[in-house]
């Protein structure tokens, strides 16, 4: 076992967020943690450091904003190869709901980056819930295209945060807006994420569609397909969808499955209806899940009964 194996689980270790390799000279020991159990450690900086000097600077824990490197190669096992991760706003908040708190976007960031050493190409749409919501400004008379806009600017700053996050746990990161922002981020060129993700970036789209009157589900679905993603997965607080919000009535079922028309009809309120109706078009499914609890997202990309899936049934 060498000094980068988790004594846990046996899984690679890294630098923890606020080390760096040139943070070793100056101190005697270094924090490692597991990339899959989240298991933490203090090590010797000499045997660290001789380790080190072996690995490429992403797996070291180098941060660096150019150089990606190569996935593992996914196991028999997995399921999903490439996946698009829809987040609302409020994943990044704190206890209140609103604003931005560093310590649940590392959260999230952990969550992703032991979803990307398995091997699986991720890229992420997140909503702006927690900055802006546009039917606050329609019922004072707000025009609907600029409260739209509005929130796809929020959007933006929300990727930005996930992104810093993200680069905290040495994770390279590309952020994409349909609203051109180049001083922070680069416009949403389709080949280009593609080629990013085949390099084993993590891509957030912000921004939206660019366009008003679509909400941030319409566009998880648009970049979803556009991607070529294998599933589209939509993080919430709760582990599927229920007959009857389960917040409210504890009696409430939960639904393993679900076709589209049965998802539409039933007016289950998983995602805008545009989104669905699009998903369903272009046969791309949807697995609502927890992304909360431990381990749901690494089972769900094995295959596992996780959550509720959205799918192809008996449309017609």
């Not at 180098?62 to 996946?83: E, Q």
């Not at 606050?136 to 008379?141: A, P, Q, R, S, V």
Request: proline share 3%.
């Amino acid at each position: 076992m060498t000094k980068l194996t988790c004594d846990k689980c046996g899984s690679r270790m890294r630098l923890a967020a606020g080390d760096s390799v040139s943070s070793l000279a100056s101190s005697d020991q270094v924090t490692l943690v597991c990339g899959r159990c989240k298991h933490t450690r203090l090590e010797d900086r000499s045997a660290v450091e001789l380790e080190l000097m072996h690995l490429p600077a992403e797996i070291a824990g180098v941060h660096t904003s150019g150089r990606t490197a190569p996935l593992p190669v996914p196991d028999k096992n997995i399921k999903y190869k490439r996946i698009l991760l829809k987040l609302g706003g409020e994943s990044l908040a704190g206890p209140g709901g609103d604003g931005i708190d560093p310590a649940a976007g590392e959260t999230l960031a952990q969550r992703i980056q032991s979803v990307r050493e398995m091997g699986i190409q991720v890229a992420v749409v997140i909503g702006a819930g927690n900055l802006w919501r546009g039917r606050e400004g329609l019922e004072h008379g707000m025009e609907r295209a600029t409260a739209d806009y509005m929130g796809m600017i929020a959007t933006v700053i929300n990727s930005l945060a996930l992104m810093d996050a993200l680069e905290r746990t040495h994770v390279v990161v590309r952020v994409q807006s349909a609203i051109e922002m180049r001083a922070v981020a680069e416009p949403y060129i389709r080949r280009r994420a593609i080629r990013h993700l085949e390099k084993g970036r993590v891509v957030i789209f912000g921004g939206g569609t660019g366009n008003p009157y679509f909400s941030t589900d319409t566009a998880a679905a648009l970049r979803a397909m556009e991607i070529d993603a294998d599933v589209l997965i939509k993080a919430t607080k709760v582990n599927g969808v229920y007959d009857s919000d389960p917040h409210k009535n504890p009696s409430a079922k939960k639904i393993d499955a679900l076709t589209y028309i049965d998802t539409l009809n039933r007016r289950l309120g998983v995602m805008d209806s545009t989104a669905i109706s699009l998903c369903m078009d272009n046969n791309l499914p949807i697995l609502v899940l927890n992304l909360w609890e431990d381990e749901m997202l690494e089972r769900a990309m094995r295959g596992e009964t996780v959550g509720t899936i959205i799918q192809s049934g008996n449309e017609g």
